[in-house]
């Protein structure tokens, strides 16, 4: 009996029970890739693969068990958690990039009732683990001492009267930037942290027309940017983000604010394969994995 098959089998009808459902099934090697020592890709359903149980749990499985000794993942859903937790027990140390950060955005102090868990650093001491001696790479949102801050987004930068930050934090986590010889202009950003809604923006200095980079590190539903391009009414402004979500018709808002041009890389795996085409096929965007 060829396992990898019937286990490849097994997910594929879990996948089309879970859209009869009305649920996204997760296709996980779109989040997850396992490289052997010669940097060839691990074919999932043969090489290694995850069996699903019927009530919502996985496992990951391989076939050999020192075959892969690198992989890349995007950490942007539990069940993706769960099985790189999974990993020094199936197979020892690898060695691991992460393309993006379980947690990362909700560890921040705020006001209210809103309890900061310190998900993030629970997530990176597991990832330490699984790792080990290995190499370890993180590129994750809201962090100015990552890897992600240096990340350079493949952007002419000469053609910019100045680059625009939404906030302070904004200019201190985009390392890239620094240096870049273009006037800088950042705003004041507040934010209610029970709703999430921005009740405050404003630009710390004065603005001319012109045209503009805006640029932050992660682009969700896009609220602060539609806001920055309402405060720029007379300037061009094009949008530069490491990590790009673009969710529920972002992009569909940015362009109606105004946005020319957007980049942005693939950190981010989107639910949805044609969701990911749509953003390439609308945005610049880099890979980094």
Not at 144 to 170: C, K, M, R, T, W
Request: charged letters at 25%; a negative charge; proline letters at 3%.
């Amino acid at each position: 009996m060829n396992l990898a098959k019937v286990r490849d089998e097994k997910r594929l009808s879990i996948d089309s029970d879970a859209r009869a459902h009305g649920r996204i099934p997760l296709r996980f090697d779109r989040y997850l890739r396992f490289y052997n020592q010669a940097e060839n890709l691990l074919e999932f359903g043969r090489a290694w693969g995850v069996y699903e149980f019927p009530d919502g749990q996985n496992q990951i499985w391989f076939v050999s068990r020192n075959e892969a000794t690198r992989a890349t993942v995007c950490l942007n859903h539990p069940a993706i958690l769960d099985l790189v937790s999974q990993i020094p027990d199936a197979i020892g140390p690898i060695s691991l990039m992460v393309t993006y950060l379980y947690g990362a955005r909700s560890d921040k102090s705020t006001s209210g009732t809103r309890v900061v868990c310190n998900v993030a650093a629970k997530t990176r001491s597991m990832l330490e683990e699984v790792a080990r001696s290995r190499e370890l790479t993180i590129l994750a949102p809201h962090d100015s001492n990552d890897l992600a801050s240096e990340i350079g987004l493949e952007v002419e930068l000469s053609q910019y009267d100045g680059i625009v930050f939404p906030d302070a934090s904004a200019k201190a986590r985009l390392r890239w930037l620094m240096n870049s010889g273009r006037e800088e202009i950042v705003f004041e950003k507040e934010r209610d942290q029970q709703t999430g809604e921005i009740v405050g923006l404003k630009p710390v200095t004065g603005l001319r027309a012109g045209r503009y980079l805006v640029a932050d590190d992660i682009c969700d539903g896009g609220a602060t940017f539609v806001q920055v391009a309402q405060k720029l009414p007379a300037c061009k402004v094009d949008l530069a983000v490491t990590h790009g979500i673009f969710s529920g018709g972002a992009l569909d808002r940015l362009c109606a604010a105004g946005y020319g041009q957007i980049w942005t890389t693939n950190s981010f795996v989107q639910h949805l394969i044609e969701d990911e085409a749509e953003i390439r096929r609308r945005c610049n965007v880099q890979n980094v994995w």
